[in-house]
């Protein structure tokens, strides 16, 4: 299911350099991981985003994007149409569907529903927009980061929705790196995105490039962890950790 959805493979964005994310399995472990077995344990931790799955926000939003629209998952489009100086259209992009969900439309349902709660009593509700029906998830991903030479804990924070839930026309991804949870750190940055798409959309203005200030407070950064003096042995991290200086492994977790 995991591969229907698109994960482990570049997306189709036409640029260098996509990464295509991992998609871990038994056949992968044998391979990376020759000396250990996939375990349960493995398929329990992935199932939840973690242990060494690895999504890019553009994978993520791409999947919400096919909740949204009834199951089918699409190829990005940087641009959906050429037109002259004259407003008149020289070129369609029409969009392209690369695979269907598969899943029952009351199974589809009931995972929508649920994406709503979240918005509208649940962690997201940082995101919510008065008037209008918002659907989404938020997450921790719990990782570990080396950077000169010491390690750290680094929280993932994200959010994924779409708008407006009856007609879905726009989806966001907000993921954060050293922050606190997806509803106290991505939340508030998907509200200001939405919340700007929608009044465009109400105004009918010419959108323009907007760099925002970037938000205070819910960001707590990179933790130092601590090394135990009274353990003969080191501990082995439950994720995968990066050994260059800078390079993170990309997890996403539910927050429940």
Known sequence: ??????????????????APGILPGPAWMKIHHPMERWTTAHTANFSIGQGFLEVTPLQMVLLMGAVANGGTLLYPRLVVGVSDSQGRQLASIPPRPRANLGMRPEDLNAIRKGLLSVVESGTGHSVSIPGVAIAGKTGSAQAKRRWNGKLYNDVRAWFIGFAPYEHPKYVVGVMVEGGIGGGATAGPIAHKIMEGILELERTGATPQLVYFTPARGNFSGLTEIQPKTDSPQPVRPATPVREEEGTQDRSSSDEG
Not at 1 to 18: I, Q, R, S
């Open 1 to 18: 299911m995991a591969e229907v959805c698109g994960f482990g493979e570049p997306t189709g964005l036409p640029y260098l350099g996509e």
